[in-house]
């Protein structure tokens, strides 16, 4: 190993846990990498880079392209966000909120909250005219010109940026 690479946590399992996370973001960040790149951007050998890469492998959390090499995070991803997000608080609590406003507008509401300059959608109820619901929960992506209109309107009157929009598609 030539240094303590990720976060520096020093010696233990839980600077493999750290590594791991580092390896997690990496590839949300940049979509893919191949074991040289982890290892570079980690500062570790590629032989552990690739050991920290096959665990989250079976544990489906990235998985690997056959053709390229390349890994990219797996549906055990998705599985654990889902999870997350159907247990918070604010998503339970903002869903009856969240009908009410479909049915009086006639649209899909999402709640979302803002992240950096992405919106991270955490629910989201279809309205009665919907066709499809654009935005997939636990997805960060740029907010949608409506919600960044109703931000700038109404956002300087609350401390938080919004938690709903009233139409995705």
Not at 1 to 9: K, L, N, T, V
Not at 45 to 64: F, I, M, N, P, Y
Not at 84 to 105: H, I, K, N
Not at 142 to 151: K, L, N, V
Request: proline fraction near 7%; glycine fraction near 10%; aromatic fraction near 2%.
């Amino acid at each position: 190993m030539r240094g303590e690479g990720a976060g520096g946590s020093g010696p233990g399992p839980v600077q493999s846990v750290d590594r791991a996370v580092a390896i997690l973001e990496i590839l949300a960040r940049d979509g893919e990498a191949g074991v040289t790149e982890v290892a570079h951007e980690l500062d570790v050998h590629k032989s552990t880079a690739s050991r920290l890469l096959a665990a989250l492998d079976r544990r489906e959390l990235v998985t690997q392209d056959a053709a390229r090499g390349r890994f990219r995070l797996g549906l055990g991803i998705v599985r654990l966000a889902g999870a997350a997000t159907r247990r918070l608080d604010v998503v339970q609590e903002s869903r009856p909120v969240g009908r009410a406003l479909a049915r009086e507008v006639g649209e899909t509401v999402n709640l979302a909250i803002l992240a950096d300059r992405d919106a991270l959608y955490l629910d989201q109820v279809a309205g009665p005219s919907s066709r499809r619901c654009a935005a997939s929960p636990s997805t960060p992506s740029p907010p949608s010109p409506r919600s960044r209109r109703c931000w700038r309107r109404y956002g300087s009157a609350v401390s938080r940026p919004p938690r709903t929009s009233s139409r995705t598609a």
